[in-house]
């Protein structure tokens, strides 16, 4: 199993999720979150003072795949993500050693 963290741009997210919804993908978890890389802000002015924004709104989307789903999950997301300019987001893969549904005790694949 693979658990996938991609961190877009806040207004991508309902057409990511639409994407992998229409590969297959059954659940996934969304947070808000804040960050820079070469994108590195912008500046605001704000009652005639300029200050800067270093830390730029993002989602973060966490999915966990089989094995096999790996590649197109992650096609899927930077299809749908991509916007040709600086600060589309980062893609992030980590090997998942166990998985536990609450409910039923199911573990591993059969939790997915």
């Known amino acids: 199993m693979k658990r996938i963290e991609a961190v877009i741009r806040h207004f991508k997210l309902e057409e990511v999720k639409d994407a992998l919804t229409a590969v297959g993908i059954q659940g996934m978890t969304v947070s808000e979150v804040r960050g820079f ?32 789903q790996e590649k197109q999950v992650i096609e899927t997301i930077v299809k749908s993500a991509r916007t040709g300019q600086i600060g589309d987001g980062k893609i992030f893969v980590t090997d998942m050693e166990e998985m536990v549904r609450i409910r039923t005790g199911e573990s591993g694949a059969d939790a997915l």
């Open 37 to 68: 890389g070469r994108q590195k802000g912008h500046k605001e002015q704000y009652r005639g003072a300029e200050y800067t924004v270093d830390f730029l709104p993002k989602a973060k989307i966490e999915v966990v795949v089989s094995d096999d």
